[in-house]
Each structure stands twice: as structure tokens, then as C-alpha cells.
T-cell receptor, first 112, second 114 residues
Framework: ELKVEQNPLFLSMQEGKNYTIYCNYS?????LYWYRQDPGKSLESLFV?????AVKQEGRLMASLDTKARLSTLHITAAVHDLSATYFC????????????FGQGTRLTINP | GAVVSQHPSWVICKSGTSVKIECRSL??????MFWYRQFPKQSLMLMAT?????????EQGVEKDKFLINHASLTLSTLTVTSAHPEDSSFYIC??????????FGPGTRLTVL
């Protein structure tokens, strides 16, 4: 059974600081996603990571994947208040599958 | 592109009634749609996978007679919560798949059962 675990689950930080959210998963997969969810809203796609060593960046967010360690990271650089949201990683259930298993989510609050 | 809509965005109903939620892919044909449930401050839990023209595949623990899914066309899937009870109150989110790589998520439907 595929399990996806994120940490931390809650993160409060100041603007301008850097931090990293971690996503561990338990079995082999060929795709890992990062999503953002604002309160009361649905999910916004951020990144899809497909291969070992993949790195994607968009603005102050950078995601990476280590398939050998079954670990992905979402790094936030010089955080700004607008990045406050809940961030989910999701892993494809198995190779070629469309079903996703989501992590618990990391609630990020960025204080001025 | 790749827009998914849901209707209604929120609904309040009395216990024992049935509620239908629609999920539409607006600008692409979705061979597969997924239905998720999200309780407050929790993650998304997959309820079922819906393929056009065939019966939905339900996840373990999801009652197929209670959560009826119909995927009648490549752009429309419906979820009907039958005989709803307060414990069914949740945020229901659909997603539509275009190929294997991406799922595009709808805006969600907040169901409150009184």
C-alpha cells in the first residue's frame, strides 16, 4: 500500500525566510505532484516531477525529486505572504496509473 | 485550457434527501474522472474512478450504493449522494484526466447535510 507522508504539517514563518517541505512515499512511482490549496478552494497544480533528480522552479517555489530516497522537497525562497496556503504532494499509485495518493498537506502561514 | 467546473459550488440539504453534483470538463474530453472527498483540515481521499461509458471503480470503504457515479459522456460525470446524512457533509472535489500525466481539479462542492 502506497503511503505518502509530509512534514511538517504546520509551518509558520516570517516573510523573507527560506524553508523546505518534505514529502516521503513508501513505494516506487513514476510521478509526483505538488499542489496548492487556498482555504475553501480547490487544488492548483504547481509541479509534476517525473524522474530522479528532476528539479522544477516557479517563482519562489522549487521542487525536487529523489526517487532512490523516495523523497521530494518543496523549497520556499524568501517567503511572501501570498504564499500562505496548504501544500499537498501526491504520488501516482504505480507506474502508468492515474490514481493519486495525497499526503496530509502542509499548512503554511507566512507572517509579515 | 483544461478547465473543470462543478455544480453546484455549495449545497445544503436535509437528512435523507439525495444530492447530485455535476463535474464537467469544459475544453477537453476526459476519458477518466475522479471523485475525492475532503473533510475539514484533512487531505483528499479518493472515492472513485469514473471512466466514460463504464461503471465506476470505488475505493475500499466507499459505498457504491450511497455514492452513485455516472459518467455519461466524455465531458460530464455526476456524483449522487443518496439518502444523505450529516456525516456525509464534506467538500467534494472532482478531477478530470487528459492523458496520464495531469489531473485537472474542479473548484469543489461543499455539501452540508442538516
Amino acid at each position: 500500500e502506497l503511503k505518502v507522508e509530509q512534514n511538517p504539517l504546520f509551518l509558520s514563518m516570517q516573510e523573507g525566510k527560506n524553508y523546505t517541505i518534505y514529502c516521503n512515499y513508501s513505494t516506487t512511482s513514476d510521478r509526483l505532484y505538488w499542489y496548492r490549496q487556498d482555504p475553501g478552494k480547490s487544488l492548483e497544480s504547481l509541479f509534476v516531477l517525473l524522474s530522479n533528480g528532476a528539479v522544477k522552479q516557479e517563482g519562489r517555489l522549487m521542487a525536487s525529486l529523489d526517487t532512490k530516497a523516495r523523497l521530494s522537497t518543496l523549497h520556499i525562497t524568501a517567503a511572501v505572504h501570498d504564499l500562505s496556503a496548504t501544500y499537498f504532494c501526491a504520488v501516482a499509485l504505480d507506474q502508468g496509473a492515474q490514481k493519486l495518493v495525497f499526503g496530509q498537506g502542509t499548512r503554511l502561514t507566512i507572517n509579515p | 485550457g483544461a478547465v473543470v467546473s462543478q455544480h453546484p459550488s455549495w449545497v445544503i440539504c436535509k437528512s435523507g434527501t439525495s444530492v447530485k453534483i455535476e463535474c464537467r470538463s469544459l475544453d477537453f474530453q476526459a476519458t477518466t474522472m475522479f471523485w475525492y472527498r475532503q473533510f475539514p483540515k484533512q487531505s483528499l481521499m479518493l472515492m472513485a474512478t469514473s471512466n466514460e461509458g463504464s461503471k465506476a471503480t470505488y475505493e475500499q470503504g466507499v459505498e457504491k450504493d450511497k455514492f452513485l457515479i455516472n459518467h455519461a459522456s466524455l465531458t460530464l460525470s455526476t456524483l449522487t449522494v443518496t439518502s444523505a446524512h450529516p456525516e456525509d457533509s464534506s467538500f467534494y472535489i472532482c478531477s478530470a484526466s487528459q492523458g496520464r500525466r495531469w489531473q485537472f481539479f474542479g473548484p469543489g462542492t461543499r455539501l452540508t447535510v442538516l
